[in-house]
């Protein structure tokens, strides 16, 4: 519990750090994902040895189909943070079991349970009050990548029901590696030169993908073998919580009530999800 839980305050400082540097979209994205995948490719190598060079076995089908996604949900949660408020990302980051429950009824046919169609309709509502608050170009394009931020997200873990034989944290490293590539190239061809960040700004990014894309990941992993799933997504609810709180401690950037009245909906939903009795007789 105390790995789950460091891992998610790790997850919980997203927002602090996309505030605090003063880099454009494209670099600061390139070089969190660069970093992230330095880190993980080696991770992986100590946790499998010489098996992880069976690629077809460590990455697979299932690997090649969550590489793009994961790179698309890595890059949209940055833009999401970037362009409007953590509490309006977070919100919307809240759903990502009920979109993983949709997902898998229209990819594997797995038929969601009263429970969950319950507290989706919760959720939606939610999400639907602070949406229809927002009237600043940048707060609805924030939003919009916050949802396909989500989407991917959800992708990736019915992908990775779908196909299970692949290795996470290879998969992980190598999504972020196409990330960076890919913000890589829209920096060189829209920009006269490739944007050096400076010692400081270099040492903040590699402790924001520490914190939020490779030792996060790596806690999460060890910590929720030993740990309920129900457990282990109460304890990762305080992401939602948190990533908010440390904004708002440090920037005094405050939620509205729009989105305090839809996170508050829509955390009532997640938590009655995990927590209460299934019921019904399809699979929650």
């Known amino acids: 519990m105390l790995l789950v839980m460091a891992s998610t305050l790790m997850w919980s ?6 505030r605090t540097l003063d880099l454009d979209l494209w670099t600061m994205t390139a070089w969190r994902s660069l970093f992230a995948c330095l880190l993980l490719l ?13 690629l077809w ?10 590489i793009p996604i994961m790179a698309i949900a890595m890059f949209s949660y940055v833009a999401a943070l970037k362009l409007t408020s953590v509490a309006n990302v977070m919100v919307v980051y809240a759903t990502v079991p009920f979109l993983a429950a949709a997902l898998a009824f229209l990819l594997l046919r797995e038929r969601p349970g009263l429970r969950a169609l319950c507290a989706a309709s919760v959720a939606f509502i939610g999400v639907m009050i602070m949406a229809g608050s927002v009237t600043a170009t940048a707060d609805l394009a924030g939003n919009g990548f916050a949802l396909l931020m989500t989407i991917g997200f959800a992708a990736s873990v019915v992908v990775a029901r779908r196909w299970t ?11 972020s590696g196409l990330c960076a590539l890919a913000c890589f190239a829209v920096v060189l061809a829209t ?10 700004q ?14 996060s990941y790596l806690f999460f992993l060890l ?5 309920p799933s129900s457990e ?17 401690l440090v920037f005094a950037e405050t939620p509205g009530i729009p989105a305090l009245i839809g996170g508050a909906l829509v955390l009532l939903a997640v938590v009655g999800y995990l927590t209460l009795p299934r019921f019904g007789t399809a699979s929650s």
Do not use: E, K, N
């Open 165 to 175: 034989s692949y290795d996470a944290v290879l998969v992980t490293g190598l999504a």
């Open 13 to 18: 400082s997203a927002g602090f750090f996309v």
């Open 202 to 215: 270099f040492g903040i990014l590699f402790l924001f993908s520490l914190a939020t894309q490779s030792l």
């Open 223 to 227: 910590g929720s073998r030993h740990v």
């Open 191 to 200: 920009l006269p030169a490739l944007p050096v960040p400076t010692v400081r």
């Open 57 to 66: 076995q460590s990455v697979g089908l299932g690997g090649l189909v969550a």
């Open 42 to 54: 080696p991770l992986a190598f100590m946790l499998r040895g010489r098996a992880l060079f069976r």
């Open 232 to 248: 282990a997504g109460l304890i990762a609810l305080l992401d939602v919580v948190l990533g908010p709180l440390w904004v708002w």
